[in-house]
């Protein structure tokens, strides 16, 4: 007779509890969390201001080993100031399983979207909101608020080998430039200023067919 109760008595829990939240079953996964970004240490190297620890892909996007598989990825500060002004950023959803290499997110400017590769492989665990409400960061903030998204990558250390680190970061963007100096032969002297990137906007001061050689160069898509 106890143990009839008890179980009746249960059973009316589970009917109340139903019907209080509108018949909506009980979610049992937590919201994700959106990690905040930690304040890069900057170096100078052969002009350049590089966070230091963070990796490049060649078509400028960065990621940055935070531990326990966890990477948060972004857009390098050459390929934001080359773009300018982004108007949206179009990113992938949550669980969503991304590749070395191929598309991972999408920048617009006016009428131009440019598709941007992802550094490493793995499953995107968070989107930095930050970036979809106000794009602009990506271009004011590439390396802390501009942050794109995590990527929880179980090969992280074998996706790092393919990617430019350490000293070779500076070399690199220095070969950066001097190849977009090389396609904007008029224009040698607006290519550079302070700090070793390309003036603010100048994909968009070019014609057609030059802007879609420069994405293709630089962006890989």
């Not at 400017?109 to 992802?118: A, C, F, G, P, W």
């Not at 929880?152 to 430019?164: G, R, V």
Request: glycine share 8%; proline share 7%.
């Amino acid at each position: 007779m106890t143990i009839l109760f008890v179980l009746l008595t249960f059973l009316v829990i589970l009917f109340v509890t139903y019907y209080t939240r509108g018949g909506q079953p009980v979610a049992t996964q937590p919201t994700p969390v959106c990690p905040s970004a930690a304040t890069p240490r900057m170096v100078r190297d052969l002009g350049f201001d590089i966070p230091r620890g963070y990796c490049f892909h060649p078509g400028h996007t960065w990621v940055l080993d935070e531990g326990r598989q966890n990477a948060r990825v972004g857009l390098d500060g050459f390929a934001a100031n080359l773009v300018g002004k982004i108007d949206r950023i179009e990113v992938p959803g949550l669980d969503r399983w991304v590749r070395q290499g191929q598309k991972i997110w999408s920048i617009t400017r006016d009428n131009l979207t440019i598709d941007m590769v992802s550094p490493i492989e793995g499953v995107v665990i968070a989107v930095n909101p930050e970036v979809q409400t106000d794009p602009g960061l990506l271009t004011k903030d590439p390396y802390q608020d501009g942050w794109v998204c995590v990527v929880k990558s179980p090969d992280l250390a074998t996706n790092a080998k393919n990617l430019l680190q350490g000293s070779f970061v500076a070399s690199w963007m220095q070969s950066t430039l001097r190849r977009v100096s090389a396609m904007l032969p008029p224009l040698a002297e607006a290519t550079a200023q302070d700090g070793g990137v390309p003036v603010s906007g100048l994909l968009m001061q070019v014609d057609g067919r030059v802007q879609r050689a420069m994405v293709k160069e630089f962006f890989l898509t």
